[in-house]
């Protein structure tokens, strides 16, 4: 069994650790290849040394572009080497919902490579967000379809897919589990306060000017301090504007460092999906700076809160406190979900 693993943005090189270790461990050959998606070194390189995901075999370039461009330029660079059989394959993994995803399930569709999706199923319902399409595309063309959580498997039942589903579990929870020993973060001075943890990256955030500002505006009305490690799409959009005295901006911090400060904080404020798994996981409460979430199990007992870009909404959610123990979710059977994935494609 020869498979090829395509990466090209942050969270998928985390995915990747964890399936490519067990790979390594199935004795199954893999062969990665990286977009080029992200590029800038702390989205990047910085993940593949900190995590111990091998070097990718091959590194498209591809780089920032519009969607069309972004996408067929991956399209163009992954089609040729299926085409000149550079590597030999049996399958081809694929991670999440980012437009590298999309781009290496239409174009192995295209060549006849079956295609096994991680983390499949996932909804928000919403398509207007890029990633919904690309998940969309993503599963409809898969045939292992590797849901992390019973509501992503249903769905999929729910759409009519019949083969190659698997409610495996959540490859970010043992993610999470593993890299979270021992993790230290390097804003150590936060720590005799309580603070939260400011990220935010979606198109739909920070491309419109009106709810950045707004949530700019609520989240410098909370009465903590706030660290924020800035994506570099955000700081693009925050140029010239004056951030509020509790929001400290600082670089994209490593994946270690980043599950260390989760822990560590009072409450965690997002637009990321991983984010809102790791934060519950951790127990540590969320509050999601979008109108719906993928990840439905977060929301109970209110550890995670959806309050989209409203001041008023993100200072009440702050105020209310959880119920119950932190919600349980992401494993099955008490497995790794990387342990499930390799031996459905191994056999
Ligand atoms: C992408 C994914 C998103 C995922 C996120 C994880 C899509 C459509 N979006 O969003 O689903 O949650 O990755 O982080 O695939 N940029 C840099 N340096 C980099 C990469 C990006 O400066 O290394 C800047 C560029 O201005 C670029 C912008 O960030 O145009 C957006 O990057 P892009 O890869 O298109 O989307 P993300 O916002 O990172």
């Known amino acids: 069994m020869k498979v090829i693993t395509v990466v090209g943005a942050r969270p998928q090189f985390v995915k990747a650790a964890v399936v490519s270790h067990a790979l390594r461990e199935a004795g199954i050959d893999e062969i990665i290849v990286h977009t080029g998606q992200h590029y800038d070194p702390l989205l990047s390189q910085a993940f593949f040394s900190e995590l111990g995901l091998p070097e990718p075999d091959v590194n498209l370039g591809v780089g920032s572009g519009s969607h069309a461009v972004q996408t067929g330029t991956m399209m163009v660079g992954l089609e040729a080497i299926l085409r000149d059989k550079m590597y030999e394959s049996d399958a081809m993994i694929v991670f999440g919902d980012t437009n590298s995803t999309l781009a290496a ?3 192995a569709a295209k060549a006849g490579l079956p295609i096994a999706h991680v983390e499949a199923g996932l909804r928000s319902f919403n398509r207007r967000m890029p990633e919904e399409l690309n998940r ?10 590797f849901c992390p959580t019973r509501s992503s498997f249903e769905q999929l039942e729910g759409e009519g897919h019949s083969s190659g589903l698997h409610l495996t579990g ?4 043992e993610a999470t589990l593993r890299f979270s020993i021992g993790a230290i973060d390097p804003y150590d001075a936060m720590s005799d306060r309580a603070f939260g943890v400011l990220t935010l990256h979606r198109a739909e955030n920070t ?14 009305e909370l009465n903590m301090p ?7 799409r955000t700081k693009n959009r925050l140029k010239g504007i004056s951030l509020p005295a509790n929001i400290t901006m600082v670089d994209p911090v490593g994946y270690r460092s980043m599950l260390s400060l989760v822990r560590r904080a009072e409450v965690v404020l997002t637009d990321s999906g991983g984010l809102q798994k790791e934060s519950v996981w951790l127990g540590t409460r969320c509050i999601t700076l979008r109108d719906e979430t993928e990840w439905v199990e ?13 001041p008023e909404k993100i200072q009440a959610a702050v105020e209310r406190s959880t119920q119950g123990p932190a919600p349980t979710f992401g494993y099955v059977d008490g497995r790794f979900a990387s342990e499930y994935i390799v031996e459905v494609l191994g056999h």
């Not at 969309?136 to 379809?145: A, M, Q, R």
């Not at 419109?208 to 700019?216: H, T």
């Open 105 to 107: 399930a239409i174009v």
């Open 136 to 145: 969309l595309v993503t599963d409809s063309l898969s045939t292992w379809l």
């Open 170 to 173: 959540d490859v970010m929870y």
């Open 207 to 220: 491309d419109d000017p009106v709810r950045l500002n707004s949530i700019m505006q609520g989240v410098g």
């Open 226 to 232: 706030i660290l924020f490690p800035v994506h570099p």
């Open 298 to 310: 977060t929301l109970e007992g209110r550890w995670n809160q959806l309050v989209g870009a409203d």
